[in-house]
Each structure stands twice: as structure tokens, then as C-alpha cells.
């Protein structure tokens, strides 16, 4: 099967501009997750969605970062204005269920960098 | 809030050698999955293995183990035989379970090094 799949691999931008990145998950997958990995760290959830519905957003800096999945399929995140500190890896999950049990599959994720 | 702890930043192993991360947790719920996960150069986090809390068992894949000591809230990941693609950065992970929606939360990793 088809794992998942995000874009674009690199960006570079530079602050205060605006940047998006999107995530296709697996066929099937109702449940979406978005995560951030600075340097050092490990990642780090921003967003979760349940199909089209928003299910912990508890981390994601609403100032500045939105994400939506419309159709319950793929996603998109949006970061406007882009600050310093957001310079990090972008990673895409999805599983099949919200459920503790359900391994969740991970893309290649996106690395930004913020000049 | 539940958190997670690598203490051991870098780890090297020698080819065909055996090597154990060391991995601490703190929560103060029951039931719960344990995990390791690795992520090479490309950045794709891969599962490795998992563990149940309920369950008593280790967990085992292949050459990958888990020594899950409960009470003592410790989770350590075994690799024997070593391989050369082994080497990458190994994050453990906790997530509450098993039926409501919670998140993976992660340690700080641990680089591995794998030399011939």
C-alpha cells in the first residue's frame, strides 16, 4: 500500500513570509496528525483530525498555524507569518483509528528553514 | 502530564554487536502503549516495536526486544546482531490507551551508531 505522502521535501522562505505545506495519508485512514521536530527534539504533535473534525489542537499556535482537512482526506498546514523559530521538520501520521492501539504511519516530512 | 526521557543523547555499537537505549516514562495512568520508533537520515519515523502495558510480555521483533520493567516506569529497546542499517536515531514514545484518542508523546531520542 501506498504510504504517506507529504510536500514539498525542502522550503526555504524567509520571516514574516507565509508557507504550506500538504499531506496525502493512507486510503482509508480516518485519523490525521500533524507533528513538528525541531532540531534535537522529538516531534512534537500540532494537530489532530477525526475525518474532517479537529480533534486536539491543544499545541498548535493559533496566531500564526492553521490546518484544515476538508474533505476528510488529505491536509494542508499553514504557517502566516513564518517566525525563526518555526524552522523545523514537518511531519504527516495517519492511522486508522484515533485509538491508543492503532500504529500511526509517518511521511518523509517537510524541512523548513527560515531565514 | 505524561513525559517521556532518553538520557543517553549518542550510543555506538560495533557490527553484529548487542546494544540497549534506555528509555523512562512518567505517568500516572494504568493502561497505556509503549513504543520505539526509528528515524533514519530520510526523516521517516518507523515503528519498531510496541508494548501493551496490561501485558506482562515483552515484546519482541526479530532482532529488536523490549525489557518493560511497570512499576519502575523503564522501557529499554534491545537490537542484537547489529546491522550497519541500524544506525539512526531511536525515540521512545508513550501514548494513553487504549480506547480514547490521545497523543503520541515522544523522548528526546537517542543517535545510534553502528561501526564495523
Known amino acids: 500500500e501506498a504510504g504517506v505522502a507529504q510536500s514539498p521535501r525542502y522550503k526555504i522562505i524567509e520571516k514574516r513570509q507565509s508557507v504550506a505545506f500538504w499531506c496525502n495519508p493512507i486510503?482509508?485512514?480516518?485519523?490525521l496528525y500533524w507533528y513538528q521536530q525541531i532540531l534535537g527534539q522529538g516531534p512534537k504533535l500540532l494537530i489532530q483530525?477525526?475525518?474532517?473534525?479537529?480533534?486536539?489542537d491543544s499545541q498548535l499556535p493559533k496566531d500564526r498555524f492553521s490546518a484544515e482537512r476538508l474533505k476528510g482526506v488529505d491536509s494542508t498546514l499553514k504557517i502566516q507569518p513564518a517566525k525563526l523559530e518555526d524552522s523545523a521538520v514537518y511531519l504527516c501520521?495517519?492511522?486508522?483509528?484515533?485509538?491508543?492501539?492503532?500504529?500511526?504511519?509517518f511521511g518523509d516530512g517537510t524541512r523548513l528553514s527560515i531565514l | 502530564a505524561q513525559t517521556v526521557t532518553q538520557s543517553q543523547p549518542e550510543m555506538s555499537v560495533q557490527e553484529a554487536e548487542t546494544v540497549t537505549l534506555s528509555c523512562t516514562y512518567d505517568?500516572?495512568?494504568?493502561?497505556?502503549?509503549l513504543f520505539w520508533y526509528k528515524q533514519p537520515p530520510s526523516r521517516q519515523m518507523i515503528l519498531v516495536i510496541r508494548?501493551?502495558?496490561?501485558?506482562?510480555q515483552n515484546a519482541t521483533e526479530n532482532r529488536f526486544s523490549v525489557n518493560f520493567q511497570k512499576a519502575a516506569k523503564s522501557f529499554s529497546l534491545k537490537i542484537s546482531d547489529s546491522q550497519l542499517g541500524d544506525a539512526a536515531m531511536y525515540f521512545c514514545?508513550?501514548?494513553?490507551?487504549?480506547?480514547?484518542?490521545?497523543?503520541?508523546?515522544f523522548g528526546t531520542g537517542t543517535r545510534l551508531q553502528v561501526t564495523l
Open positions: 505517568t500516572s495512568e494504568s493502561d497505556y502503549y
Open positions: 501520521a495517519s492511522s486508522f483509528g484515533p485509538e491508543g492501539n492503532q500504529p500511526q504511519h
Open positions: 508494548q501493551e502495558a496490561y501485558k506482562q
Open positions: 486510503s482509508g485512514h480516518a485519523t
Open positions: 483530525f477525526q475525518n474532517n473534525g479537529v480533534v486536539d
Open positions: 514514545a508513550y501514548r494513553r490507551g487504549p480506547g480514547t484518542a490521545s497523543k503520541l508523546t
